[in-house]
């Protein structure tokens, strides 16, 4: 049913036309949603950057995934304007890095925390709609697709356990554009 | 615009089922598990049933069970056969000959007949003439069937287990079930080493010969005794050629060597030496235990005196002390401690009748001790220069010593001085 709405709101906002953007400058923005996988859960990220050449932004963001096991995303953003007005669609390609972060209850083998954590990829791609609400800043909605994932590692006698995590999911997200 | 706002609709509607109903949205948690994973190597039954015949003098290259028959040395090369030499001059000992026996481990002698296992078989070969060897008789099956860990055995399709191949793998696993069986596919062949066995004693008459210390087959009054940890497997050979399996017998502790007197045997095991009556054939009747914490256990006997020796160490998995111990074994349901004897990391051991007692201490060398008083056991001479794992006494001055490194022999008629007449190399081994 969430979906529903989520894809009735993107459709209402692909109708909306307003003006051109600026050429370049500083931007930045935050979002929250959720991704809808296997699981249902919170995600959030926020960026700051350098827009140009009208249609280019590009910049460097951190990011938080409460999956059932907590990560911290830190990423490259490039996001691409279709249009060059003010309210339009655009691109999305994130890529970089993950961080485990789990709480206490989510640590593999007996909730004992890992002898070693390994940052793991962060790859991040989709389609967003900004909603122009003047001065240059906007809301904006997205659909993305996200992959990551991490490990960590569990010293015994020498010897280790490994737990890998991967996650694929679908993120939709609503921020606000500055 | 409209028509190209349809296409992102049309284009997103589609891509995001496809994607929900799909694996890619799949999130996991995978636990990886290194491991190793032992596949078992076998050799077909008719292959090893072929393969037991003379085949020339080769090198010896590991120390194993050592037997001494008349003027013959018997040394077993464990796992491939028995190399035989020539020992009529002590100071010039010959390799003459080598015995193709696959998978043996341990050996015998009565009446020039050898006893040998071949896996799951007891052989018989004729020794009258040790250069020409021939296998004379066969006991198919006299062994219990080895059962490794998680069922693999040897079959009658596939043969008998001669080994593993190892290899690496990594184990995957769901982080949500509980308490993953990894070892449902982990095979340790560390513990998987067949070990079917012999010893003989040191009393017996010429005809039978002796046997080290570490001996698994014993011959007792027309019997063969083979121990394999809590089995002991037993064969009447009455007629030297044609031994006969009679019972597999259940011991009451762990046995590892097997010393057979009177009638009696001597079993040293991990956690103490039993004592067995063997006077029915039928059956050994347990008559008692000396125990002690844990250790590697050879025992020898001489007129109600039992010589145990006991070793700590990582193959013994024990940190038991390194001692000497002295028992009173006239009664055999009582045996009891008189003294012990610190020493530095003993394994075998041989008593001559004059009271020299040897202790072969590994790389810290031949202990010879004077041994007359059982109360006050003193260190003559300790050698260094060799490593020895097992001994038998050739008559009083003459000890055969195997070690890490070779088979020596040494004139100990004066203990301060012993005196070596000589040495046939092996390839190194570790001990």
């Known amino acids: 049913m969430r979906l529903r709405y989520i894809l009735l709101f993107l459709a209402l906002a692909a109708g ?30 926020a960026a700051v950057g350098y827009r140009f050449a009208y249609q280019w932004q590009v910049g460097l963001g951190a990011g938080l995934n409460a999956a059932f096991a907590r990560h911290v995303p830190l990423f490259t953003t490039v996001r691409y304007d279709l249009t060059k007005k003010k309210s339009t669609f655009f691109l999305i390609a994130d890529g970089g890095v993950t961080m485990p972060w789990l709480m206490d209850d989510q640590w593999p083998d007996g909730n004992s925390k890992a002898n070693k954590q390994h940052w793991g990829k962060y790859l991040q791609g ?29 010293l015994y006698y020498g010897s280790s356990n490994d737990y890998k995590y991967v996650f694929n999911q679908l993120g939709f997200t609503v921020g606000f554009f500055f | 615009m409209n028509h190209t706002l349809h296409c992102f609709r049309t284009i997103f509607g589609v891509a995001l089922f496809a994607l929900i109903q799909s694996s890619c949205l799949k999130q996991s948690c995978e636990k990886l598990v290194p491991a190793k994973l032992y596949r078992p190597v076998y050799l077909p039954l008719a292959e090893i049933r072929s393969a037991v015949k003379e085949t020339g003098p080769q090198p010896i290259s590991q120390n194993g069970k050592i037997y001494l028959y008349g003027n013959y040395i018997f040394i077993n090369e464990v796992g491939k056969g028995i ?44 020794i009258t003439n040790p250069r020409q060897a021939r296998e004379v008789h066969r006991v198919n099956n006299a062994f219990p069937r080895v059962v490794y860990t998680f069922n693999f055995a040897q079959s009658d399709s596939l043969g ?74 037993t064969f009447n050979v009455t007629q030297s050629a044609r031994p006969q399996r009679e019972k597999k017998l259940d011991l009451r502790a762990f046995a590892e060597t097997i010393f057979p007197y009177k009638h009696y045997l001597y079993m040293g095991g991990p956690t103490g030496m039993a004592i067995y009556d063997a ?26 005196l039992a010589y145990v ?123």
């Open chain 2, 160 to 233: 008998v287990i001669t080994g593993f191949t190892e290899k690496d793998t990594v184990y995957h696993y769901n982080c949500n079930s509980s308490n993953p069986q990894i070892l449902d596919r982990y095979f340790d062949s560390y513990s998987n080493s067949l070990s079917i066995a012999n010893s003989s004693s040191q009393q017996a008459p010429q005809a039978i010969g002796k046997a080290g210390s570490m001996a698994t087959f014993g011959l007792l009054n027309n019997h063969l005794y083979s121990i394999a940890g809590f089995t002991a497997t």
């Open chain 1, 16 to 45: 909306h036309e307003s003006i051109a953007q600026t050429k370049h400058g500083v931007y930045g923005f935050a979002e929250g949603g959720v991704s809808v996988g296997e699981n249902t859960n919170f995600i959030a990220r």
């Open chain 1, 126 to 154: 989709g389609l967003g709609y900004r909603l122009n609400t003047g001065d240059g800043a906007a809301f904006t909605f997205a659909a993305t697709y996200m992959h990551s994932g991490f490990k960590l590692e569990y």
């Open chain 2, 309 to 431: 020796t006991l070793r700590s160490g990582a193959i013994c998995n024990t940190n038991t002390e390194n001692v000497l111990d002295v028992l009173d074994v006239a009664d055999p349901t009582n045996p009891k401690l008189m003294k012990s004897y610190g020493m530095s990391g003993p394994y075998g051991l041989g008593l001559a009748t004059d009271k020299k007692l040897v202790v072969c201490e590994g790389v810290n060398g031949m202990r010879l001790l004077d041994a007359k008083d059982p109360l006050n056991i003193s260190t003559i001479q300790l050698v260094t220069s060799v490593a020895p794992t097992d001994v038998i006494h050739e008559g009083n001055d003459i000890v055969l010593l195997v070690g890490n490194d070779g088979l020596y022999q040494f004139d100990i008629k004066d203990m301060r001085h012993p005196n070596l007449l000589s040495k046939i190399n092996f390839s190194p081994k570790s001990l």
């Open chain 2, 279 to 304: 006077i029915n054939t039928d059956t050994l009747q347990f008559k008692g235990i000396y125990q002690h914490i844990k250790g590697c256990d050879p025992v020898i006997v001489e007129n109600d």
């Open chain 2, 83 to 126: 190399h035989v030499i020539d020992n009529a001059d002590p100071k010039n000992p010959n390799v003459v000959s080598f015995i193709n026996v696959p998978g043996n481990t341990d050996l015998a002698m009565k009446n020039n007949t050898l006893y040998a296992d071949s896996y799951i078989d007891l052989v018989a070969i004729d």
